[in-house]
Every structure is written in C-alpha cells, then in structure tokens.
Nanobody
Framework: QVQLIESGGGLVQAGGSLRLSCAAS????????AAWFRQAPGKEREVVAA????????SYTESVKDRFTVSRDNVKNTVYLQMNILKPEDTALYYC?????????????????WGRGIRVTVSS
C-alpha cells in the first residue's frame, strides 16, 4: 500500500504559478504510476496530468498543455505538478493518485490510491 499527501496549494492571482507536491509513503513509489486529478465545484473529476513509473512518459489534458508540467523524484518518493499561467478555471480541489498499471493512465478507474486533495484557488 501507499499513502499520498498533497501540499503546495493555495490562493494565487491569474497568471501566477504554484507547485503542488505529492509525498508518498509505504511501498517504494517507483513501483507506481501517478497522476493529478482535479474537481471543480459542480463539475466531475478530471485528469490533469499523468506520469509513468520512471518519469519518462507523461500525458496532459488539453486545457493545461504548455502550462502545467508533471514530474517525479523517485528518490524523494514525490510527484510534482508545476502550474504556470494559472487561470480562474483552474480553481479546483487537486488530488494525487497512484496506480499499479505499467502504462501512463488517464483513467481514474486505474488508480488504487488517492490523497485527500488540496485546494487551488485562482482569482481573476
């Protein structure tokens, strides 16, 4: 099993940046693929970015391409989401998730472990 704890959220003005971190404990994090999901008020949860076990392959939802970057440090057992040029529509609760599948998955059904979520609010 793996436990996930997100950090780095908060309030930022439009155009600003934030970096989310997801610290994993338990089994070696290099055994898991990872992803960031988000859920805005009144909307369904959506995948933001996903990364494979080694960090060599990533996938992004179209709305964040060229603004967000997902990365990982398997020595520190941490996954990051660098968010730049933030927009008010990025406001949401952001979740880190881990999966045992070996490919880059953008399906929430593949993710076995979830953090509690962290709020990101972007003001206009």
């Amino acid at each position: 099993q793996v436990q996930l704890i997100e950090s780095g959220g908060g309030l930022v003005q439009a155009g600003g940046s934030l970096r989310l971190s997801c610290a994993a404990s338990g089994r070696s994090f290099r055994d898991y693929g990872a992803a960031w999901f988000r859920q805005a008020p009144g909307k369904e949860r959506e995948v933001v970015a996903a990364i494979n076990r080694s960090g060599t392959s990533t996938s992004y939802t179209e709305s964040v391409k060229d603004r967000f970057t997902v990365s990982r440090d398997n020595v520190k057992n941490t996954v990051y989401l660098q968010m730049n040029i933030l927009k008010p529509e990025d406001t949401a609760l952001y979740y880190c998730a881990a999966t045992t599948v070996t490919y880059v998955s953008i399906s929430s059904a593949d993710y076995n472990y979830w953090g509690r979520g962290i709020r990101v609010t972007v003001s206009s």
